[in-house]
Structure formats: structure tokens, C-alpha cells
């Protein structure tokens, strides 16, 4: 990793500089807590012409609503259109920015922030490292080399990065590394416990409601000729609405369907449109489940990945089975979509 043309391209800024941050679209924990920690960061040093943005929608999804940095997000379309420096966070390509896509080129520097593997390599200074747990690892880093100390603010994001990216530090990326860096981020007073019940364990009743009938209709597909089981279940726009909820709430869907102990891969489709999904994919290990995502058309890590399907429900898990090698169990699918 560049750390020195990163560091430069911070310190060369202008008194007067203007920074844009932006991460990838329907942001997660990652996304917003490393571009906000690395924001307040940068206020510390003095950057006050700072603005912090995501493609689509503006909303910050609920869980996300107590994060300190808030202050700095400005509506995609509000947003800086020449700044010396962007700084992108967690997205390993261009297609992950949607309108944004552009603000790399032709003005300022581009400072790319990312731990994907799979990384383009897309900014004019990358520092990408996929053996990072979260790209928060990244940010923390380049915060200690630019000489920025971790405050309570800073380190609350930088926190809700690290345990959204780690599974509250259950996956095999929760390295020796990961607990020295978030008992660097403990030491300024953050209150782990307060932290996680917002960020995981608190959702409307609507939603527990929805989950209850969206898992109900998940589907086991016993190990077949690859002899990898694959647990699945859908939800439609339908099912959201009659539950008065929004589209960020089924972010968290995959966790109860992931803990199937009969299934090596798990996968939850959530309609975003007439014919269009967004498809998350999880392996427990056997199966590369960003090959998957890859050869439809999406990107991801080995063991968390996802792309964008389109037409029916049954179309594309049955994509999905045809690169998992699963033979199709079509008596097994309900009628109703
Ligand atoms: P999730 O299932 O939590 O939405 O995403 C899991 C991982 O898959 C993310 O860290 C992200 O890297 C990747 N991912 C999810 N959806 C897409 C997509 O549509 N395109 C690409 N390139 N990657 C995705
Ligand atoms: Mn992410
Ligand atoms: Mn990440």
C-alpha cells in the first residue's frame, strides 16, 4: 500500500482544501463508520471544507442514525462536484458508487480506501488490503500516519466498522490485529454494549414480524452432486410494504438463515425493483461464494458476496444453483412469488 502518496496527498491540501468522502451505495456499518471516523479525522487536522456522501437514497439506514459524523453527509446531489481530494471508502470498483461513479476522474485526487480482493484499483492512490478485516482497519492506519489520535467519536465509528465487517468479531478475519485495534478504540471510553445493541440487536416489531414470514418460506436444498447445501428465501417489495418497513431492515435477514447447519451456503434475494434483486451470498467455508457473485455479474469476498439478479425469484436462485453445481429441486419452490 501507498501509505506515503497517501499521506502526501492529505497533508498537500490547500488551508482552504476542499475533501469529499464518499463509500459504496446501501452503505453498511463498514461503508459509513470508516468514512465518518476517517471524516472526523480529518476535522481534527483541520479540514473544514469536508463533506461525506453515498449513492442513492440519502438515508442512512436506522441502525446507523447515532453515529457521530452524521453532520458531515450531504445528499449525493448536493455534493461537491470539485474537490481537491475524494476519499472512497470499502468499495472495490466503480459500479459500486452509482451516480458518485465519476467524482474519481478529472478533478483533485482520488484516494481509494478499500480491503476487497478484488479491488479495481480505481482511485490515483489505492490503498487496498485484502488481508484487512474492514476497510476501518485501513482508515485507522492512515489516521495514526497522518498523526491523528483516536477520540470517543472517532473511534465509535471506527468501531461499528470493525464489528459489522468481523460479525462482532466471530469471523476468521477477527485476527490478533483486530482485537489490539479495537482495544485501541475501547481505551477512548466507547461503550461496546450500548454500540451493539443499536447497531444489531434492535429492529421494529414490523420487521421481527416480517422475518418471522420471510423465514418461514426459506427453502433446504440438501447436498446435492457438489455436496454443498444451499438454504435460501426471498423477500418481495410486497412483503415490506404490508409490514411497513424499509429495504435496509432485510440487511440483517441472512444472519438467521446463515445459521442452517444442513447448508454450506446460504443466500437471501430482496426484490429492489418490477424484476430486480439484490442477492447476498454467505459460505461457511467449502464454497467461494464471490466466484458465484462474480460470474453473475456482482463482487464480494470468499465468504460474504453479492449481485444484482434480474427477472423472477426462481431465475435467479436458479443461476445461483447452476454455478453451485445444485441441481434444481423445482417440486420444492412455492408457486407464489
Ligand atoms: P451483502 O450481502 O452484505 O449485501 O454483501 C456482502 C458483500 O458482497 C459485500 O461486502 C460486498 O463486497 C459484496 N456485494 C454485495 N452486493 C454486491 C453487488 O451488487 N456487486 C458487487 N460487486 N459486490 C457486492
Ligand atoms: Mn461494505
Ligand atoms: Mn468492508
Request: charged share 25%; net charge negative.
Amino acid at each position: 500500500a501507498d501509505w506515503a502518496a497517501a499521506v502526501a496527498a492529505v497533508r498537500r491540501l490547500p488551508a482552504d482544501g476542499r475533501v469529499l468522502l464518499i463509500c459504496h451505495v446501501n452503505p453498511d456499518g463498514d461503508a459509513l463508520g470508516s468514512m465518518l471516523g476517517f471524516g472526523l479525522g480529518l476535522r481534527r487536522l483541520g479540514v473544514d471544507r469536508l463533506q461525506a456522501t453515498f449513492p442513492g437514497p440519502p438515508e442512512v439506514p436506522e441502525p446507523f442514525r447515532g453515529l457521530p459524523g452524521l453532520e458531515l453527509l450531504v445528499p449525493a446531489a448536493a455534493a461537491d462536484p470539485e474537490p481537491d481530494l475524494v476519499i472512497c471508502f470499502d468499495a472495490a470498483s466503480e459500479s459500486r458508487l452509482g451516480e458518485l461513479a465519476g467524482r474519481l476522474t478529472g478533478t483533485g485526487i482520488a484516494l481509494v480506501l478499500d480491503h476487497h480482493a478484488s479491488n479495481t484499483g480505481f482511485g490515483d492512490v489505492n490503498l487496498v488490503d485484502p488481508a484487512a478485516a474492514a476497510t476501518s482497519v485501513v482508515a485507522e492506519e492512515l489516521l495514526a500516519r497522518l498523526g491523528v489520535s483516536l477520540d470517543a467519536g472517532i473511534a465509535e465509528c471506527l468501531y461499528v466498522a470493525l464489528s459489522t465487517d468481523t460479525g462482532s468479531f466471530r469471523f476468521d478475519a477477527t485476527t490478533v490485529a483486530v482485537h489490539e485495534m479495537a482495544a485501541r478504540l475501547l481505551a477512548t471510553g466507547i461503550r461496546p454494549g450500548d454500540i451493539s445493541r443499536r447497531i444489531f440487536d434492535s429492529r421494529p416489531f414490523g420487521a421481527v414480524r416480517l422475518f418471522g414470514e420471510v423465514l418461514g418460506r426459506a427453502r433446504l436444498e440438501p447436498a446435492a452432486a457438489a455436496g454443498h447445501g444451499l438454504v435460501w428465501t426471498y423477500a418481495t417489495l410486497d412483503d415490506l410494504a404490508r409490514h411497513d418497513q424499509r429495504p435496509y431492515v432485510l440487511e440483517a435477514l441472512i444472519d438467521p438463515v446463515r445459521c442452517t447447519a444442513e447448508a454450506d451456503v446460504s443466500c437471501v434475494v430482496k426484490q429492489t425493483g418490477p424484476a430486480e434483486w439484490a442477492v447476498s451470498l454467505r459460505s461457511k467455508g467449502a464454497v467461494d461464494v464471490s466466484r458465484v457473485a462474480v460470474a453473475l455479474g456482482g463482487g464480494g469476498h470468499r465468504l460474504a458476496a453479492g449481485f444484482t439478479g434480474r427477472g423472477t425469484v426462481d431465475e435467479v436462485v436458479d443461476r445461483i444453483r447452476t454455478e453451485l453445481a445444485v441441481p434444481a429441486t423445482r417440486g420444492d419452490i412455492d408457486k407464489q412469488r
